[in-house]
């Protein structure tokens, strides 16, 4: 009887034991995942020099990385811009950065380098212009549409634009290391596709307007 009493008794220590141990690796599974999901979050960018769209003085910051040969850029610029800015930045609630993330083709350098151009010349107006431009010219995505040729011909309808400092600009490839460093920045954020629309440094799920609206109305509560 004593050593059948000892067994159950060492099996409800075994039991026991088990669920505590359970229970312990429960907590640091949800613990540990709580954690990550807190540290990957957020992102931070430098927007010093970056061309601008709305008051600077907005409170909630929109960065979107964008490649001019992208057909889901067109789209987000067609379909979704317009209830962001009639909403959002137009009434100074938002202000937004689009940062260059060139790589379905060299001409998306050569689109990114030649709106860089524009932005030397003429600020935030020139690049913006110019960006328009460029996604209504929007070609075929497998097509090299974003000549050097094509980018002079579009820099005559900007307003204000000498022809002749933008094409020196570009033939010297003086805004690569502008272009160069936006991609270093998507590549340190973990962007692997356009457009990619971040709220206060969050990545929204996608670039439709609902989704955007909503990150937009969250961070500013």
């Given at each position: 009887?004593?050593?059948?009493?000892?067994?159950?008794?060492?099996?409800?220590?075994?039991?026991?034991?088990?669920?505590?141990?359970?229970?312990?690796?429960?907590?640091?599974?949800?613990?540990?995942?709580?954690?990550?999901?807190?540290?990957?979050?957020?992102?931070?960018?430098?927007?010093?020099?970056?061309?601008?769209?709305?008051?600077?003085?907005?409170?909630?910051?929109?960065?979107?990385?964008?490649?001019?040969?992208?057909?889901?850029?067109?789209?987000?610029?067609?379909?979704?811009?317009?209830?962001?800015?009639?909403?959002?930045?137009?009434?100074?609630?938002?202000?937004?950065?689009?940062?260059?993330?060139?790589?379905?083709?060299?001409?998306?350098?050569?689109?990114?380098?030649?709106?860089?151009?524009?932005?030397?010349?003429?600020?935030?107006?020139?690049?913006?212009?110019?960006?328009?431009?460029?996604?209504?010219?929007?070609?075929?995505?497998?097509?090299?549409?974003?000549?050097?040729?094509?980018?002079?011909?579009?820099?005559?309808?900007?307003?204000?634009?000498?022809?002749?400092?933008?094409?020196?600009?570009?033939?010297?490839?003086a805004t690569k290391g502008q272009v160069d460093?936006?991609?270093?920045?998507?590549?340190?954020?973990?962007?692997?596709?356009?457009?990619?629309?971040?709220?206060?440094?969050?990545?929204?799920?996608?670039?439709?307007?609902?989704?955007?609206?909503?990150?937009?109305?969250?961070?500013?509560?």
């Open positions: 009887m004593t050593r059948l009493k000892g067994t159950q008794q060492n099996r409800a220590i075994l039991v026991i034991g088990t669920l505590v141990a359970v229970i312990l690796i429960v907590a640091v599974v949800l613990f540990s995942s709580k954690s990550a999901s807190g540290s990957s979050g957020s992102k931070s960018f430098d927007l010093s020099g970056q061309p601008l769209l709305g008051q600077a003085s907005a409170p909630v910051t929109m960065v979107v990385f964008e490649d001019f040969k992208c057909p889901n850029c067109k789209n987000f610029e067609d379909n979704t811009m317009p209830t962001i800015q009639s909403k959002y930045i137009d009434t100074g609630k938002v202000k937004m950065y689009k940062l260059n993330f060139p790589f379905i083709g060299p001409d998306s350098t050569t689109a990114a380098e030649a709106a860089e151009c524009a932005y030397v010349q003429k600020g935030d107006a020139g690049y913006n212009s110019f960006a328009t431009l460029l996604f209504r010219a929007q070609g075929e995505e497998t097509t090299q549409w974003a000549t050097k040729d094509k980018m002079y011909e579009l820099a005559g309808y900007v307003d204000g634009l000498d022809a002749a400092k933008f094409k020196t600009c570009l033939d010297s490839e460093a936006d991609k270093a920045q998507a590549t340190k954020a973990g962007v692997n596709a356009t457009p990619s629309v971040f709220i206060n440094g969050t990545l929204a799920s996608d670039y439709s307007a609902g989704t955007v609206s909503a990150a937009i109305d969250q961070a500013s509560k």
